[in-house]
């Protein structure tokens, strides 16, 4: 991506050069586990999947996949592996399996950045094959001109996983995801029964970091339903 275009995206898309830069990477990436067997043993879920198959505002750090075949981490580790190689200024930060992920972390350098930014990839390994109700979605980005197809959850089941993560975590992107499942399905927000309790600043301030300006009234909004709630 040239400096002009960069600048343009980030007037056009009132977002940071960082998640612009980020998600022209992480298309990259998507395009290349399209490609590969892996791709047909893993589902695209999680708020990356949200904004890149559901058209979503909200940027997001992270690649999040389930298995749903049986999957060798030699098979993780060498696509990894690849991926990295076929891109020049990528490289490995960190490749372990873990007893329930298979997890990478990808550094990434631009010229265009005075800092360093990483993309985190994540694989779920389920004790059973999940019921996700996943269909081949194309995956778009108006920071890209790659639409890789992958499987991705219904809009249902993302609910589903969203409101799990949100049980054992304390994250405002949850919050976020959730009133936008709610718009899409055309059905009234209800907050969960249990919510985590956020400070005003920590909610907006990472709230902020992946939602375009245009969106931070919503922001403010989301906060103060929260407070009633609590």
Known sequence: MEHEQLTNLIGKLKISADQILREESEMIFLRALASDKL????????GTAMRLAYDSPRFSEDIDLIAIKPLDFSEFKKFIKKTAENNQSWSIKDIKNKRQTMFALIL???????????IKIEIHKPAKKPKLDQSLLLIKSPISVLEPLLLVPSIDKLKELKLKALAGRRKA???????????????PFLFPAKLPKYSKREFTNELKVFLPKNYYPIINELYEQISKTN
Do not use: E
């Open 108 to 118: 990434i350098k631009d010229s265009k950045l005075k800092h360093n930014f990483s």
């Open 173 to 187: 992107r949850d919050i976020f995801d959730l009133w936008y499942i709610a718009r899409l399905l055309r059905q």
């Open 39 to 46: 791709g047909a043993k893993t589902v695209f879920y999680g």
